[in-house]
């Protein structure tokens, strides 16, 4: 009973808030101008998909160098008065779609097409306008990642304490380097940028397609990819959470669903393609990457994991691994990824699937028997 109360209270006082700010911004520069925001998309050979929001637009705050101006940005960040029932058009692949934004402000677009897969993975793009809304830009083109043909690999990565430094195992100790914390200021992970550079080649044009996963909100996906682009770290589509409030539920997504959601939905669009999946032993990592195990025994090749907990070796975590990897599927678990460029390297990522399979079942088989004498 008082659960339901309190989640409906939430969504009030959020339709609350919405109302006081239309009475404050009730202008032509605040109320009819809007804001389009894209998210990097993906396509296969058969359909290809984008998202984004639309919300209203307001001049961005200077988030200078003290704690509080700081904090008053971030928040800004997380306030994102979004605008439902824009429409939306996209553009692509010679054809035009159109859609409205819900009341959280999100729109997408999955369309059909009939176009192979490229030889080399590389970044296509879409065009997004809102034609009946004056908007900051009157047209964003939007990349969209194609995947090589060439039965290569992917990598499906976690973000928080997998490639950024934030302490979510903490949240009191390292509060301020979640609310205060710019692109600029964060850390990665050890070893992170230099894995993932390895494994990519160049960070803007990906050898091969990556997929972040994270139950971090929409509205920091503008920060994230800064930070992921100061520090070398491959783009790619992300996979973020709606934190959205309604009178039914306080969060709209849980954190286990939504990953493991995310992550088959991946393995799923791209049936021809094996998986690197990065992750941390912080939260749920290692539990949801052994259920995309069982459900896809045969898609994923390769699991690395962050160690934040020093629990490699011991532990549910510890059994959770050791039970991948006796499906013959590569385990690497270390403090940081600085360890990891030896395992990476003797997947031989550039090679096809069938070959680096080869190399981890020799890897992982008994020695063999000594001849008699």
């Not at 990953?259 to 088959?264: Q, R, V």
């Amino acid at each position: 009973m008082f659960g339901t109360f309190l989640r409906a209270a939430a969504a009030d006082l959020e339709t609350d808030i919405d109302r006081i700010e239309n009475l404050f911004f009730n202008n032509a520069d605040s109320v009819q101008k809007v804001r389009l925001l894209s998210y990097a998309g993906y396509r296969n050979e058969r359909e290809f998909r984008l998202s984004g929001r639309v919300v209203r637009f307001r001049k961005p705050l200077d988030a200078g160098e003290g704690t509080l101006s700081r904090l008053r940005a971030m928040m800004a960040i997380y306030n994102s008065e979004e605008v439902s029932g824009v429409r939306v058009q996209c553009d692509a692949h010679g054809g035009t779609a159109e859609t409205r934004t819900d009341e959280e402000g999100y729109f997408s677009f999955t369309l059909p097409i009939d176009e192979p897969l490229p030889e080399a993975t590389r970044w296509e793009a879409a065009a997004i306008s809102t034609p009946e809304r004056d908007a900051q830009q009157p047209s964003i083109s939007v990349p969209i990642i194609a995947p090589a043909a060439d039965n290569h690999w992917g990598i499906i990565s976690d973000i928080d304490d997998t490639v950024v430094e934030t302490g979510a195992t903490n949240f009191v100790k390292n509060w301020r380097r979640v609310l205060v914390d710019r692109p600029q200021d964060r850390l990665a992970v050890p070893g992170a940028a230099k894995l993932y550079q390895m494994i990519a080649h160049d960070h803007q044009a990906p050898a091969r397609p990556f997929f972040y996963v994270s139950s971090s909100p929409w509205n920091l996906y503008g920060f994230i990819a800064e930070f992921m682009e100061l520090n070398g770290i491959p783009h790619g589509p992300m996979f973020l959470a709606d934190y959205g409030i309604d009178a039914r539920k306080l969060i709209k997504t849980a954190h286990d669903s939504h990953k493991l959601a995310a992550i088959e939905t991946i393995l799923a669009f791209y049936p021809q393609l094996r998986f690197l999946l990065i992750g941390d032993n912080g939260q749920h990592d290692v539990e949801i990457y052994a259920r995309a195990v069982r459900d896809f025994p045969d898609r994923v090749a390769a699991v690395f994991i962050r160690d934040v907990e020093g629990s490699c070796k011991q532990g549910a975590k510890a059994a959770l691994l050791a039970e991948i990897e006796a499906s013959a599927i590569a385990v690497f678990c270390g403090a940081g990824f600085e360890d990891a460029l030896a395992a990476a390297e003797r997947l031989e990522l550039d090679r096809p699937f069938e070959a680096a399979k080869a190399i981890i079942a020799q890897a992982t088989s008994p020695p063999a028997a000594a001849p008699p004498a």
